[in-house]
């Protein structure tokens, strides 16, 4: 008997406003190869298209079911799209959501009537036993763990969760996508083949108020071994003559010996996330000698106070400013993305003022420095979600509703900040755009290296007197720096 096919399907997620098209969809990547090593047919779309001419592509097969994995935000809003197409069309087709969204909103997930099925927490083991037992006609749902369903009734069963396995060596089938569509040329870094590569699991450092990923792997931090990493990416960076690689791992230099094997074992120039307090000097030699060229590091914000007792971030000042300054002396060379946030409930206006202040001390510091600020979004059950809604923030009541990127999505104001007011994230807004160009070093020509400074010193100005009224020099130098950089930073 011919076996049933499997649809996966990712939307394409948005990243500051940004298409995530080049990542690789690894949760579909593990997932379906697990599910092809057990025998089924698999099929991977990854898409932000056309509803109607995906849903066409998927019902061309006879599925078993359709798995969907959606981030919170606007994948979650597009997973429903597609899901309550594909009911539409074929109402007896099984679909399953999985992912963080579906982790942390189970009986929400489940109340709509186009998903039949989540999973929740990691999913390679979890699809697999449904699999089977849909195979046998959906029998023994109830002792599969992380699984949630539903009973004939409507009654919703949340399952056992399943314990995070310690080993994450799993083998990646790249037959199941087109992989030319992942190898990217990044125009701003001098049209260099760039590929996305994922090797752990979690991060053990702090329970990070905002994070995600901090609620879901309640800091279990779990690494693929050295070898198995090696064997999983190097005839991909090789057959497409990759020229930089960036680590998608949560915090990829917890342990530094393993971190330096797999970068020279891969050979390729890379960037990766950083926590300022590994930096020292030891590190910053590894970092040259894996020839690491560019790091991210989270400062969230400007205040210690925030920071450390609503953040818990656990890093003080003195850290922060200490890591940077080493950094400038040690490693030069590499670039720094500083990661801050404006929002986070329990924010005083004061503190994000103090978070303006601190990122143009850390660019006067390093040259090569870019720090980014993003507005807070409230990530289901995460800590300072809880507290959003303490404070009268009301959260989507439905799954199609948490669409709360800005784009393509809607737009969130941050209500349960003490100074709210309508404006407030207008200036959010602002503020990250005149972040980007605080930055010294851009490797622009002369002229346009005068042009940039005179922009730089007007940002200044307006961050440090509190000034955003009218701000349309801003907005038309923004226009020409984006033009800039487009071919001129390398």
Known sequence: MTQKTITLLMPVSKFYSADSVNVPPYALLYIGTALED????????????????????ILAEDNLFIGISAFTGYPTWLACQYAKKIKERSPDTKVMLGGYHASMLKEQVLHDYFFDYIV??????TAVELADALSKGEIYLSYIKGLGWKKKNGEIVINDQRPMPANIDYDIDWSLIDLDRYVKHVTHLGGKRYFYIFTSRGCPATM??????????????????????????????????VELIEFLDDNFLVDIEWAEKVAVGLGRPYRALLRLDRVNEDLCEMLNRTNCRAVFVGVESGNERFRNDIIHKNLTDNQIYDAVKMLAEKCPQINISAMFIAGIPGEKYSEFRDTCRMAISLTDMHPRL???INVYTPYPMCESYIEAVKRGWNPPQKTEEWDLDPKPGRALDPTWLDYYTPGIKGRFELTSKMFILLRRDAGLSYFKNIVKKILREMVIWRMMLDFYFLPLEVELFWIMYLRMIKHDIC
């Open 38 to 57: 057990a025998g089924y047919n698999v099929r991977i779309f990854h898409e932000n298209g056309n509803v109607d001419e995906v849903v066409d592509k």
């Open 120 to 125: 929740f927490g990691e999913g390679e083991e």
């Open 208 to 241: 990070c108020s905002f994070c995600a990923g901090a609620f879901l792997y309640k800091r279990r931090y779990r690494k693929e071994s050295m070898e198995h990493i090696i064997k999983t990416y190097k005839p991909v960076l090789d057959k497409y003559d």
């Open 370 to 372: 870019l720090p980014q």
